[in-house]
């Protein structure tokens, strides 16, 4: 079912011309009570009921706010004008606000693609864009924003690690605006029916669960400090290498295998330490 728009008159017109004529009608009336005219009176009687029904039927709307109305269960049309309206007095009139709104989930706590328990929530920003749909489609459409959107964050831990060293593996930590924006995609194909849309989704937290946390926070010191140390033995084989081919190209030294192996293990030495060395000077010659 998709939203329709209804024309509703404005009410000022409308209250005027209903109050005119109950005035006119109460003249009538008592001009019919002072003749003893009955078929007047009762007519007068009748036909200010009618006027007071019709009053009934004044509703206001609000910026970005509509009024879905129902005419004995059937749709029949959404009011989005805002200011005062007047419609059938028969109608049903509920009130859906097409406003900006925000949604934070629960911690929830679910296994990442790994099997490690992590705790995650996210915030939500979502509006109502059609208003049959929210009505008609769901039940409950603020309820059924809230499970979805649950429901959605559990399945995007479940495809995504915690947090990884390897920069082409996507990870829940390390790569926030891809994951949240296919978490947006991803709750937006569920509300769709809901007439909601989905302006922007994100992760507002993310933890390892309590009871791995502090073998997890050491799981991944190891981690960064053995990728550290892969960054700093590639570095440092370059710049042996570039050392060496420097000191032939401009014939500054000449270097036999066993040489070059020592300079190399020096430099390697000094390079990949994580204390700083002890310069030893050497008074003898190369050899000794």
């Known amino acids: 079912m998709n939203e329709r728009s209804y024309s509703a008159p404005s009410g000022i017109p409308a209250l005027i011309t209903l109050i005119a004529l109950l005035l006119l009608n109460g003249a009538w009336l008592v001009n019919s009570i002072q003749q003893r005219t009955v078929w007047a009176i009762l007519v007068a009687i009748l036909f200010g009921i009618a006027?007071?029904?019709?009053?009934?039927?004044?509703?206001?709307?609000?910026?970005?706010?509509?009024?879905?109305?129902?005419?004995?269960?059937?749709?029949?049309?959404?009011?989005?004008?805002?200011?005062?309206?007047?419609?059938?007095?028969?109608?049903?009139?509920?009130?859906?606000?097409?406003?900006?709104?925000?949604?934070?989930s629960a911690h929830l706590k679910v296994n990442d693609n790994e099997g490690n328990p992590i705790e995650i929530a996210a915030v939500v920003v979502w509006r109502v864009v059609d208003t049959a749909e929210a009505v008609f489609e769901v039940d409950d459409y603020n309820n059924y924003v809230k499970v979805q959107t649950e429901a959605a964050l559990r399945n995007l831990a479940t495809r995504y690690t915690y947090d990884t060293h390897d920069e082409a593996q996507m990870s829940l930590r390390g790569h926030t605006v891809a994951v949240a924006e296919h978490l947006k995609n991803e709750i937006q194909d569920r509300l769709t029916r809901a007439g909601v849309e989905v302006m922007e989704a994100r992760i507002s937290h993310l933890a390892y669960a309590q009871e791995i946390a502090h073998a997890m926070l050491q799981r991944q010191q190891a981690g960064a400090i053995i990728a550290a140390r892969q960054r700093i033995v590639e570095g440092a084989v370059g710049m042996v290498e570039m050392a060496l081919e420097m000191l032939s190209r401009r014939d500054i030294v000449t270097l036999d295998n066993e040489r070059k192996a020592a300079m190399v293990s020096n430099l390697l030495v000094v390079l990949c330490g994580d204390k700083s060395t002890q310069p030893v000077i050497n008074a003898g010659t190369i050899y000794q």
Do not use: C, D, M
């Open 51 to 104: 006027l007071l029904i019709a009053l009934t039927g004044f509703f206001t709307v609000a910026p970005n706010e509509g009024k879905v109305l129902q005419f004995f269960g059937r749709y029949a049309g959404t009011v989005k004008q805002p200011g005062l309206r007047w419609a059938n007095p028969l109608y049903t009139k509920k009130r859906i606000s097409q406003r900006i709104r925000n949604f934070e």
